[in-house]
């Protein structure tokens, strides 16, 4: 593969991304995906493309998402969108402010002196694109030349580029985080703190709520509002959920039924429904009639149930909501018990947010878990060669072949061996990079983190450790691979 | 030196313990010293040795020592004193619980077998002490012997002993701490936070004093009570000492001149001093009338000082005082601003355990000084050997004369030149142990750290880490340097 070659595919990468966008661009255009695409402005009842002459152009998107303010942006998407946005713009304008210095001065200087020349005689490898590509880089500058203060130099610009737009940027951010716990429009988790480790009922007290209650409101006795026991109602949910199952289905049966009430026949035809297996045997019974009698019937099952798991199956851990939204934030940061391992407090999250089942897990087995998925976390950052090694394997055609000799006829074609031999290794490190966040997402819920958003960070930070040293070595090796193998 | 020579210089050291322990009974005994050795006692108005028939025993302190509650060292000496003899007691016990089995089992194990005495008759060197002190340890079992199982068991009978017994202490001691912050006697430190890094006044407010009060009172409507600013008042302490040093004169004077009262003379002698240099030269004046004008001068001069101090000299610390203990204690644990170099806040100590300059350091020159410190003690850690090296080159006589030639003549004497090989290592040693904690409490107080108690134990955990460390090598060290420099 020479430079043409390797430009060929990054224009195929290109023409693949502008396809896509004009399909975007076309499918949110129709009104009838308006739901799909602008579910936010239509939960808050605006009108989707509001203001904009919609039928005009399929692009018109991109100017409006290029004019969106901050303040419209935080209250269609949430902070969050507006702190991955401020995100964005600071990588862009890092890469724009450092191309605008380095790419005129540092080019010319690496393109104009002739160490890869020089070498490329006396070397044995025919390394076409890593001697092409190294040609502008500083691969390219003769030993001890004067063009390397040019480097030197243009290093510190890059630094103070990169180190004064983020400092901006986490001011930035910082104030938006202020300027949403600040809001007027408070929200109830901002009141609350989750509760984990809470020890066993003593003798005085009956149930775990009381004696969380007691305890909270012995400390706090003018700001403790109520808690909240977190209940093992994984045999409530399951009713709850075929409660729903069946609400669906007579909603269904009634729109059949509503919509079989033509002019012809206006008391409509009853829609009818087999008991048996799979609705293809048994006695045939009015399906409305039929699912409004489960219904009464699951909605008595499921009181019962949650009688039950309110009273006996309560677990360790509770939200403990305050009337002020200072104590409540306070509290979340303070120590509550003597011993570590007992009463351990956190901010509350929204209840979507909260991974349940996590918060009932005990200190020390948390702490555990922590050690465990660390030490996971580090052997797969340390030993970022295997995975890559492995990929390595099944990228190269020839090992393919010899790994499953029954491709063989399929290789032989001579159009789909190119193919393959191009996008193969590309098709799998894609495929690992989009396999890589969801492992680390699953190790750190694995760790006991009680918070989605708090998973999603954590994993994010080894996420990016792990990119940025992988990303480095593996196309290093992607290239030099490709090109071994096509110079063998 | 041989094993009777190394028992010998041990029975000194007992000697000497008992020789200073005899020392401190006597001295203790005597009436008019109870001032020195019992001021806490005579502080709480109690007498000292109450109960006691203290003129038949003067060794009864001991008895007395031994079968005092903890309940009253508390409330004698208070916590600290408390929690350090749980500490003597838990390290007394493991010692004891492992040596009733340890050395019983594996002394005999170890003695009863030969490898010393074989690998003596190939060896060169005649080291006779570690030899005769191997003997007694698992350096004397053969290689590959069954009674290295012996070992392994008492391995971990002594880390089950350690730890249950570590593990108790240590829920001791969280009780103890947890009595004391719950006693009905509060302190007013109870109700305070110290505030570091209160950034410059904005333009609204007139004094970093109503910046404070505004910006807590805003926080903690409720139970904000008041706040103290950290001033510079160096040179208003100056003053003080004088006025303290003239009223401690004229104290002086008036019994002097009360003294010379007697019956002969009822109207006594108005002592007087010259007012020249060192009382030598000048004018004679009447002391107690030119200490009174001297301490009024003093007092004006001081008034006048401290109001300069108040208004103009505030520092960016100050202490915040709340009407609630659980508020105060939420609040030191709490975030109280956007940025973390802003409003650091932390628990309040008493006045006399604040490290008053440390407190208005800023919070990028703590982070620097604590790399820094944490750098020279990993230093003095990893490299122990130089200090170790440089007092091994005094400790050795030989060394010392060739540095010091002008000290040969002393050496010279035969009885001298015993005593000094025998005990100068051991010397230096010591003053060596003596000096690393000074040094490590000065650096922990050069970090910023605000309260003296957290420097002492911050620099506690230095220590023992550094004497766990040197202690194993220093000591085997100076064994073999003894050895060597007897048998050479």
Known sequence: MDLTSFVTSLGTYFGIFMGLMIVYAFLSWRAGNNVVYYPNKILKGLEPLEGINKSRNPFIWMKVALVTSETEVIALSGVDTAVYFVFLSTVLSILVLSAVILLPVLLPVAVTDERVVKESLTS??????????????????????????????????????????????????????AEALMD?????????????????????????EEYVHSYFEAIYPETYYKCMIVTDNRKANRIWEELEGYKKQLARAETVFQMSKTNAKPEGTRPTIKTGLLGLCGSKVDIIQYYNDRINETVTKLEAEQKITQSEKQQNAALVFFTSRVVAASAAQSLHAQMVDTWSVSPAAEPRQLIWHNLTIKYFERELRKYLVNAVVALTIVFYMVPISFISAFTTLQNLVELAPFIEPVVRIKALRTVLEAYLP????????????????????LEGIPTQSQAVRAASICLNTSIFQWSMCSLELLLVELCTEHSS
Request: with cysteine.
């Open 124 to 177: 044995h490898y025919n390394q076409t694109v890593v001697d092409e590509l190294q040609k502008l880089t500083m691969g390219n500058i003769t030993e001890k030349s004067n063009r390397l203060w040019a480097f030197f130099v243009c290093c510190y610009w890059f630094s103070l580029v990169a180190l004064g737009l983020l400092w901006k940027a986490c001011k930035h951010v910082s104030w938006l985080r």
């Open 184 to 208: 007027p429009n408070v929200k109830p988790e901002q009141f609350a703190v989750v509760v984990r480790d809470i020890p066993a009922v003593p003798l005085g007290e009956t149930t775990t």
């Open 426 to 445: 590309q098709l799998a490190l894609i495929i690992f990079f989009y396999l890589l966040p969801k492992l680390l997402l699953y190790l750190s819920k």
